[in-house]
């Protein structure tokens, strides 16, 4: 479980000794909506969260409808044009079916971080801003490049994964997981746990899938990935 197709574990022997000891945990993933498909991608944490869930832990699924609009800036050389809501709205519409080819979603705790975003307000997202320093956010790599380089980065990417670290509070996370490129999203999760006087979840990332251009890692953003529900010829000629 902590081994087969897992590049790395934080706190590695904490997490053992929690399933060694027979703990029930919530295992968290979250997805957010930037286009209408997740892809093969995705399926490498969905598996994994499968296996988790096989074991009998919680699994929680999130689909990331308020951070959606802003997008993840991991990894990305230029900032993303926000989304409106209709946008989220029509690309999440079979999110959980398309899931639902890996994991089993009816035994799956499903949430939107809407739901909580929108009515927590303001007052919420200022306590955010105040639990991490801008120095703490601007030491990862893609936001050092492009500052380098004398290119923006919006006060939206910067918060994105305080935003994202605040998801594990609500759903009470223990394990969250994530490809390598999320992993500096992951660990301010544990932050933000930190922050509410939470214990913090501990982090499981898998390997990135290369994507079709055969150079960078699959993704939505950059269009080389293969869609879950693309016609079965197609995903033939893209792999």
């Known amino acids: 479980l902590l081994s087969r197709g897992v590049e790395e574990v934080i706190d590695k022997n904490h997490l053992k000794e929690r399933l060694m000891a027979g703990e029930k945990l919530r295992i968290k993933f979250g ?3 930037t286009k209408p498909d997740l892809h093969l991608g995705h399926t490498v944490v969905l598996r994994k969260l499968k296996e988790f869930q096989e074991l009998g832990h919680s699994i929680v699924f999130i689909i990331g409808d308020f951070t959606g609009r802003i997008g993840d800036p991991s990894e990305r050389s230029e900032a993303r044009k926000p989304l409106t809501e209709a946008q989220i709205t029509e690309n999440m519409k079979e999110y959980l079916i398309q899931a639902g080819k890996i994991i089993d979603v009816e035994r799956a705790e499903i949430f939107h971080n809407s739901s909580w975003f929108l009515k927590e307000g303001v007052e919420r997202i200022l306590e955010l801003a105040s639990a991490v320093s801008i120095q703490q956010v601007l030491r990862r790599a893609d936001f050092k490049k492009r500052l380098e380089k004398d290119e923006d980065v919006t006060l939206l990417e910067v918060l994105y994964p305080v935003f994202q670290g605040y998801d594990s509070v609500k759903v009470n996370a ?14 301010m999760g544990r932050r933000v746990q930190r922050h509410f006087k939470m214990e913090e979840q501990d982090i499981l990332t898998v390997p990135l899938l290369e994507g079709t251009d055969g150079v960078k890692k699959m993704s939505k953003s950059m269009e080389n990935y293969i869609g879950l529900y693309e016609e079965s010829d197609v995903m033939f000629g893209k792999i």
């Not at 223990?174 to 500096?184: A, N, P, S």
């Open 31 to 33: 997805v957010d909506p």
């Open 174 to 187: 223990h394990v969250e997981l994530g490809g390598t490129d999320q992993t500096f999203n992951l660990l």
